[in-house]
Antibody, heavy 120, light 108 residues
Framework: EVQVVESGGGLVKPGGSLRLSCAAS????????MNWVRQAPGRGLEWVSS????????YYADSVKGRFTISRDNAKNSLYLQMNSLRAEDTAVYYC?????????????WGKGTAVTASS | EIVLTQSPGTLSLSPGERATLSCRAS???????LAWYQQKPGQAPRLLIYGASSRATGIPDRFSGSGSGTDFTLTISRLEPEDFAVYYC?????????FGPGTKVDIK
């Protein structure tokens, strides 16, 4: 079964750090681009970051640039999101989503999400 | 940054009716790299359409996408009870890969 499963969410104080992980299975992880998308409570979807299959291309939303770092380990079939200097407005469910191959970044496989709460 | 505007914000229809959802971009979406997603409460989004008009795997043919440049449309030919949800468009032609604010399709 093709799936991605997020982990690492939790409660963190503003200014703190958190590292999200996404474990992929059922497909050849190394040939797919990968994405992080978040959804604040009661709000719409917000694209956060994307990474190409070989990590050659990395993109960030302005709202997280300089604070978040996306990375992947193709040997471990895993995607990561290092989140530093967290703010209250980063509170959201974070979804890992598989992208396409080549330089295509639609999202065809989604995890159930992991909740991040930045609050004192 | 490409800003996506979706209209209407809410669409109230009955099962069996046709739904037409609009997504307008502030500038041309390159290669028609426009996707549509469906999201139900408490669930992750599901990809419906990519490349403006290609149905994703397993998506019923009552869902269709059209458009190019700055104007795109998602059509649901006959609404089934399970189609009442929020629909988002997303452009992935240029970073940042923005989403629209969503259209809620609810039961009239």
């Amino acid at each position: 079964e093709v799936q991605v499963v997020e982990s690492g969410g939790g409660l963190v104080k503003p200014g703190g750090s958190l590292r999200l992980s996404c474990a992929a299975s059922g497909f050849t992880f190394s040939i797919y681009n990968m994405n992080w998308v978040r959804q604040a409570p009661g709000r719409g979807l917000e694209w956060v970051s994307s990474i190409s299959s070989s990590s050659s291309y990395i993109y960030y939303a302005d709202s997280v640039k300089g604070r978040f770092t996306i990375s992947r380990d193709n040997a471990k079939n895993s995607l990561y999101l290092q989140m530093n200097s967290l703010r209250a407005e980063d509170t959201a469910v974070y979804y890992c989503a598989r992208g396409g191959t080549a330089m295509v970044f639609y999202m065809d496989v989604w995890g159930k999400g992991t909740a991040v709460t930045a609050s004192s | 940054e490409i800003v996506l505007t979706q209209s209407p914000g809410t669409l109230s229809l009955s099962p069996g009716e046709r739904a037409t959802l609009s997504c307008r971009a502030s500038q041309s979406v390159s290669n028609s790299y426009l996707a549509w997603y469906q999201q139900k409460p408490g669930q992750a989004p599901r990809l419906l359409i990519y490349g403006a008009s290609s149905r994703a795997t397993g998506i019923p043919d009552r869902f269709s996408g059209s458009g190019s440049g700055t104007d795109f449309t998602l059509t649901i030919s006959r609404l089934e009870p399970e189609d009442f949800a929020v629909y988002y468009c997303q452009q992935y032609g240029s970073s940042p890969f923005t989403f629209g604010p969503g259209t809620k399709v609810d039961i009239k």
